[in-house]
């Protein structure tokens, strides 16, 4: 006799908070802007879930896709053999992307994309005859997922502090957030795009034959959304490049229109060699990543007849045709309402009604980019996070859902946001900061 709070045999340990086994806070429906909640409440969503549902809730190419897909065939064993929409998949995929990429790499998940980079990324530089490149670098307050491969090169220590060693070999660059220097700047901050140099530092220290890739996400996300300085990828390129390093941009939040380009290379105008991608791939419906490579790390592999003996990768569930055919339909919606634009259009709007609550009381700082923001709260002394805690509290049970990570309010909405509806989100904000949390 289950309810639908009965949370006896479920097991979550990364949800922070499980009050809601007295106080049930449960999603049963959803359709574009809204999710429906269990005590039939609507709730304006401004996380797109977590930050995958970039075309909106219940789209109906996406929906029908896949309901065809899985009466028409709903597996294909993935190795030896293949089905056609995954290779028609991969080739639209390679249209919107960066000029340099060549080739995908399926996976099931932004973590398994992150492993799956580095794994490419050290057996690129064996077979390229640089057996010595094996060092990973990554950086402070980075997310890269929750696999070994992903929290040793991800810069939130607490994520691995239970494991003791990891990969070894891995080194963090700073973090670029300057919060006394960069406190309410709207888009980029002007300073700290010199902070990369500290991957010089590194490469002296190292040595530059030791080194295989840099990961960063562009734009960091589930740490509290920090921008990069203007300047800062670019130069992170640079010295990538004057070292043979490969640079990995994990595009798992930025990718699929969030900053108001197909993906956030474009937006900076820097060239990854690898990117990793999920969420947005599938509009969060299905899980399914994809790992983008350029052509010169591709055809170092596929020399020789053993190719793929050297370098064993693949999943069951790589490019599965379900999967395949909502990614499908996810790249048919982006295309045929423009969402991978839009929220270049829609970023001015976004920008003034989010830094319009400055004023608000315990507001330290406001960052944003594209269709991103970030609202800091002053931590209670004792009691961090509960500030922000209380506030996706109150928000939720007045009908909005916001993601709080530390002190800081992240939003990141559906890119199908009205104008009306970002007012609606920041009238029901600016009530929940003024409310004393
Ligand atoms: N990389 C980044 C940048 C992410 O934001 C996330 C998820 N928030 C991941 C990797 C891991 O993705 P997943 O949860 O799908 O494994």
Redesign the pocket.
């Known amino acids: 006799n289950s309810t639908p709070n009965d949370l006896r045999a479920f097991w979550m340990p990364f949800t922070a908070n499980r009050q809601y086994k007295k106080e049930p806070r449960l999603f049963v429906g959803a359709k574009d802007m809204h999710y429906t909640t269990h005590d039939g409440r609507q709730v304006l969503d401004g996380t797109a879930g ?2 995958c549902v970039n075309a909106g809730h219940c789209r109906p190419l996406i929906t029908e896709a896949i309901r065809e897909q899985a009466g028409e065939l709903d597996y294909a064993p993935a190795f030896q053999l293949g089905h056609p929409k995954a290779f028609e998949l991969a080739n639209r995929l390679i249209d919107i992307a960066p000029d340099n990429m060549a080739h995908v790499l399926y996976t099931n ?6 492993e799956t980079a580095l794994k490419v990324a050290l057996a690129y530089q064996r077979v390229k005859g640089q057996g010595s490149r094996t060092r990973l670098i990554g950086r402070e307050r980075g ?5 070994f491969g ?1 929290i040793s090169v991800g810069g939130i220590v607490s994520n691995r502090k239970m494991f003791g060693t990891l990969l070894t070999g891995v080194d963090h660059l700073p973090h670029t957030h300057q919060p006394a220097k960069n406190a309410f700047t709207k888009g980029m901050p002007e300073h700290g795009g010199d902070l990369a140099d500290e991957l010089e530092r590194i490469v002296t220290l190292h040595d530059a034959s030791t080194i295989a890739a840099v990961i960063v ?1 562009p734009v ?3 740490t509290g959304v920090l921008i990069p300085p203007k300047g800062y990828l670019q130069r992170l390129r640079e010295i990538c490049t004057k070292h043979g390093i490969l640079l990995i941009f ?4 930025t990718g699929f229109g969030r900053l108001g380009a197909p993906f956030a290379s474009q937006y900076f105008d820097v060239k990854p060699d690898i990117m ?1 991608t ?2 947005g791939l599938t509009n969060g419906v299905i ?1 399914m ?1 994809a790992v983008f490579v350029t052509a010169e790390i591709h055809d170092a592999f596929m020399t020789g007849p053993d190719h793929m003996i050297e370098f064993f990768h693949g999943y069951t569930y790589s490019g599965n045709p379900i999967a395949s055919a909502a990614a499908l339909g996810t790249l048919d919606t982006y295309r045929d309402e423009n969402l991978l634009t839009r929220a270049a259009e829609i970023a001015p709007y976004w920008e003034e009604k989010l830094h319009s609550l400055r004023d608000c009381p315990n507001v330290i700082d406001i960052r944003n980019l594209g269709l991103i923001g970030a609202i800091e709260l002053k931590p209670i002394d004792g009691e961090p996070t509960k500030r922000a805690f209380n506030a996706f509290l109150n928000a939720y049970n007045d009908g909005l859902l916001i993601r709080t990570t530390g002190d800081i309010i992240a939003l990141s909405p559906p890119l199908i946001i009205t104008h009306e509806q970002i007012d609606e989100l920041f009238d029901k904000l600016r009530k929940v900061l003024m409310n004393n949390i």
Do not use: F, Q, R, T
């Not at 998940?109 to 992150?114: I, M």
């Not at 994990?250 to 939040?253: G, L, S």
């Open positions: 977590l930050w998940s932004g973590s398994e994309s992150v997310y890269h997922g929750v696999n992903g996400e960091s996300g589930s994990d595009e798992v939040i990793v999920a969420k899980p990543g």
